[in-house]
């Protein structure tokens, strides 16, 4: 079974941290890569950090400023977010796909996908 689910969202002031965490089925965790993305009021979804093994890629706009990781043996994900921006204001996805393509940031490519969970920055 596939499963993808966030948690961790919610409501922070600017210059603020919140960590997101996915939890994901064995099958899911073991796939080539997996990634968060996030989807802003009347904006398209973006890329955001993915992961595949001990490499890590970054939007240049959260370098910086956010981690990815996972922990294998809790089947977990995480995105710990330092120094929030009001421009981080989002839902945010975990996704994984078991394929491999050359551009982590390529959504398109992801087959896998969780519910979401909202983050809000205020300043």
């Known amino acids: 079974q596939v499963q993808l689910v966030e948690s961790g969202g919610g409501l922070v002031q600017v210059g603020g941290s919140l960590r997101l965490s996915c939890a994901a089925s064995?099958?899911?965790?073991?796939?080539?890569?997996m990634g968060w993305f996030r989807q802003a009021p009347g904006k398209g979804r973006e890329f955001v950090a993915a992961?595949?093994?001990?490499?890590?890629y970054y939007q240049d706009s959260v370098k910086g400023r956010f981690t990815i990781s996972r922990d294998n043996a809790k089947k977990q994900m995480y995105l710990q977010m330092n120094n929030l921006k009001p421009e981080d204001t989002a839902v945010y996805y975990c996704?994984?796909?078991?394929?491999?393509?050359?551009?982590?940031?390529?959504?398109?490519?992801?087959?896998?996908w969780g519910q979401g969970t909202q983050v809000t920055v205020s300043s």
């Open positions: 996704a994984s796909r078991d394929h491999y393509y050359s551009d982590y940031a390529e959504i398109s490519e992801y087959d896998y």
């Open positions: 064995k099958r899911t965790f073991n796939m080539y890569a």
């Open positions: 992961i595949r093994g001990g490499s890590t």
